[in-house]
């Protein structure tokens, strides 16, 4: 994780070994402008999507939004994963493999071919019955 979500913290002087200085304690919750910098858009983007409850672990105090700090970076990594995912599908339709999202519309070649010399008689068809009329 990052170096902004913790806190150094004295050591209790009852319990621990006083030498040993301050000790470097996670936060769990993080405020709004951590949260931006993590997810890379503006505050008020952040703040919709955490008032839809698109965000995991978006909790709002009072009029102030906080957010779990290893949710949000999981968020992100997800939202990573998806479009890279969707970028990997598209480009491999684009090479002509079929892939599972486009199985409802496959056409082949054949197809296109059949439907680009229907239209050309078709419109040969019109032609030719226009030359009649004239």
């Known amino acids: 994780m990052s170096e902004a979500g913790k806190v150094e913290t004295e050591r ?18 993080v405020t709004i402008e951590l949260a931006v910098t993590i997810i890379g858009l503006p505050a008020r983007t952040v703040q919709g999507m955490s008032q839809r409850g698109e965000i995991p672990g978006a ?5 102030r939004w906080t ?6 970076y999981a968020y992100v990594r ?8 969707k970028r990997n599908r598209k480009s491999r339709a684009a090479i002509g493999k ?5 199985s409802g519309s496959r056409l082949t070649a054949s197809d296109s071919e059949a439907r680009y010399t229907r239209a050309i008689q078709s419109a040969q068809s019109s032609s030719a ?6």
């Open 67 to 72: 957010y779990n700090e290893d949710k949000l």
């Open 98 to 102: 079929t892939a599972s999202f486009i």
């Open 129 to 134: 019955k226009r030359r009649k009329k004239s």
């Open 12 to 29: 209790p002087q009852n319990g621990g070994n006083p030498a040993s200085g301050p000790v470097s304690v996670k936060r769990e919750r």
């Open 78 to 85: 997800n939202k990573e994963r998806e479009s890279w995912q």
């Open 59 to 63: 909790a709002k105090f009072g009029r």
